[in-house]
């Protein structure tokens, strides 16, 4: 991005990894039933050499785009970097990795993107039904039905529900359940989640401390918990939330989730969908064990 950068012509090199299922390739032995690789790289040098680009960012957005329109491909990573960047002390190639899905594109051009905490640990999730809690509008349960995955959605804004169940539609997923119900009722209150019923539960940007037994409870064994949301420290970079009673103090949320087996845990300032600022969130993956610690 120096002057002497965008004076000089800048060699970049390109790694794409476009994961594919072979289907009848591997029997037909025909080139139409696989991805021409000579295609993608006349179409990944046609697009980067159609404009300028001042970041390489910009650059891998567009070929991102350009591969999941143009291919048969559901997911695609790209490594595009400078070889040799004419800045002192720089030795070696400087660049920037990205990673997008099929459904996460398609979505992140209705500004329904999902989170990129849920999308980096979609592998370690089992397959099966979802709870989507305080799903809003719905950005995670279309990316969990995308993959597969039977979703009950969860959320007090019965119109926020209304357009969840008209995008679902609009994408043919049959597998998503909406239900209007408000969380944080008088206490004794039960919300009704079962017990053991659900392989994966979700919950993004919400905290209702009194709600995780219930969610401990409808994590059938060998589900996943994944639950996101700010901590204390976003309340004094960002005065967001406005009350600080709905931010995480530090190491709450794994004592909130106590007798699941933490598989992931950080705190600190996370790069969201937005293009700019960090959000300090507390992010945690936690299994719950398929039989109970006998007693002593």
């Not at 300028?52 to 291919?71: G, Q």
């Not at 989170?115 to 279309?142: I, M, N, Y």
């Amino acid at each position: 991005m120096t002057p002497e950068e965008r004076s000089r012509p800048q060699p970049l090199a390109v790694d794409i990894d476009m994961p594919y299922h072979l289907g009848s390739a591997g029997v037909s032995d025909d080139l139409a039933h696989t991805i021409d690789y000579a295609k993608v790289v006349q179409r990944v040098v046609e697009v980067g050499t159609a404009q300028d680009s001042s970041l390489l960012e910009t650059l891998a957005e567009r070929l991102l785009t350009m591969l999941l329109d143009e291919f048969p491909i559901t997911q695609v990573k790209l490594w595009v970097r400078k070889l040799h960047p004419p800045i002192t002390a720089v030795t070696g190639s400087v660049g920037v990795t990205v990673e997008r899905t099929r459904p996460a594109q398609q979505f992140q051009q209705r500004g329904l993107v999902p989170s990129p905490f849920l999308v980096e640990q979609l592998h370690r999730l089992p397959k099966g039904k979802a709870l989507d809690v305080a799903a809003g509008h719905g950005r995670h349960s279309l990316f969990l039905a995308s993959q597969g995955y039977e979703v009950d959605a969860i959320d007090r804004d019965e119109n926020a529900l209304a357009q969840l169940a008209a995008a679902a539609q609009s994408h043919a997923y049959s597998t998503i359940t909406t239900r209007a119900l408000d969380l944080e009722q008088p206490a004794p209150f039960d919300p009704g989640l079962g017990k053991e019923v659900y392989d994966v539960i979700v919950v993004f940007f919400y905290l209702h401390r009194s709600l995780f037994p219930s969610l401990i409870d409808a994590l059938k064994p060998g589900g996943i918990l994944a639950y996101e949301t700010f901590t204390i420290d976003n309340y004094f970079h960002h005065q967001h939330p406005k009350r600080w009673e709905f931010c995480l103090t530090p190491n709450e949320l794994l004592r909130l989730s106590s007798g699941l087996q933490i598989l992931h845990y950080d705190e600190g300032g996370h790069r969201g969908n937005q293009t700019s600022g960090l959000a300090y969130t507390a992010q945690l993956l936690a299994h719950k064990p398929m039989h109970s610690s006998p007693s002593t």
